[in-house]
């Protein structure tokens, strides 16, 4: 257990706690009865519990950092379907039902719209477009249609949801200035297992196949906590991968160091993100499970 300041934590303290976890693959294998796979959420489920399917190597606590912000979002971007994809969309939706009918219904629907004055001039304009591609190249029928009559097919454009998306990164930023041989040497602890276990593995345990593979760094679990307790307010991350830290050992834009050559100021950058999308069904999995207080803001 490392931290910094390096003092006694106070049942009044608010601080990052921050586990360095084993990590774990989230495999091949889907959820019962269903088609979704098993994510790093089942993996790190009972991460400290009895049944933890991954351990915690170390942790650290640091001061609770400036800048505290979260976001969440999904995937949403235009679509648009022609007149002719989406009658043909509705048919097969529709016609299965009755195909007879719904033959009739968009038949009358196409031969109203040819009859139509407006219809009859995209024909005409459809007709010479493809009379002078076929000649010599040329503009598409579309073209034709907004030059000729000031119109254009509707693409009942609109915004649709197209997946889910991981949240934006979260950064950190600590400065470190040592105001004991204690608290120097601790510093040097902390600095070195956020760049020992950031660190992609070469998989020495793999026996005669050494070298062939290369294994993932560890993985981090970061809470606010609250005197001893997780922040009642703040939002909650999901387990993390390091993206990135930086030291720089001048913090104060001078090299400067005491006696055993410890630098009197350094700024430590951390860069996480989470492993795993935020789910609607996250927020109700904590609140079944009473792991939710109610308070907080949740993800």
């Not at 009859?120 to 907004?146: C, D, F, H, P, T």
């Not at 834009?253 to 630098?263: K, L, N, Q």
Request: charged fraction near 25%; glycine fraction near 12%; hydrophobic fraction near 35%.
């Amino acid at each position: 257990m490392l931290r910094y300041p390096y003092k006694k934590l106070e049942s009044s303290d608010d601080y990052l706690q921050i586990d360095i976890v084993e990590y774990k693959a989230p495999g091949l294998t889907t959820q019962e009865g269903s088609f979704a796979f098993n994510s790093s959420d089942q993996t790190y489920a009972n991460l400290g519990g009895t049944n933890s399917k991954a351990k915690i190597i170390e942790t650290i606590f640091l001061p609770m950092p400036d800048g505290i912000e979260d976001s969440n979002g999904a995937k949403w971007g235009d679509g648009s379907m022609g007149p002719i994809e989406a009658t043909a969309a509705n048919f097969l939706t529709r016609g299965i039902k009755d195909p007879v009918k719904e033959s009739k219904l968009v038949g009358e629907k196409v031969l109203n719209t040819i009859n139509s004055g407006i219809g009859q001039q995209a024909v005409q304009l459809g007709i010479a477009a493809e009379i002078i591609k076929r000649i010599k190249g040329g503009e598409s029928g579309q073209n034709y249609l907004e030059r000729g009559a000031g119109i254009t097919f509707n693409q009942n454009i609109e915004l649709l949801f197209s997946g889910v998306e991981l949240r934006e990164g979260f950064g950190f930023s600590f400065d470190m200035v040592p105001r004991s041989e204690k608290e120097a040497d601790e510093i040097k602890k902390i600095i070195r297992s956020f760049k020992k276990y950031s660190s992609v593995r070469k998989g020495l345990d793999f026996g005669g196949a050494e070298g062939l593979f290369l294994k993932a760094p560890q993985v981090f679990r970061l809470r606010y906590m609250s005197g001893g307790k997780p922040h009642p307010f703040l939002h909650k991350f999901k387990i993390c991968a390091l993206l990135s830290m930086a030291v720089n050992y001048t913090g104060s834009g001078t090299y400067s160091t005491y006696a055993d050559a410890t630098p009197t100021h350094m700024n430590l950058t951390l860069s996480f993100r989470e492993l795993t999308p935020i789910y609607y069904e996250d927020y109700l999995t904590r609140e079944e499970n009473g792991s939710d207080d109610g308070i907080g803001v949740g993800y």
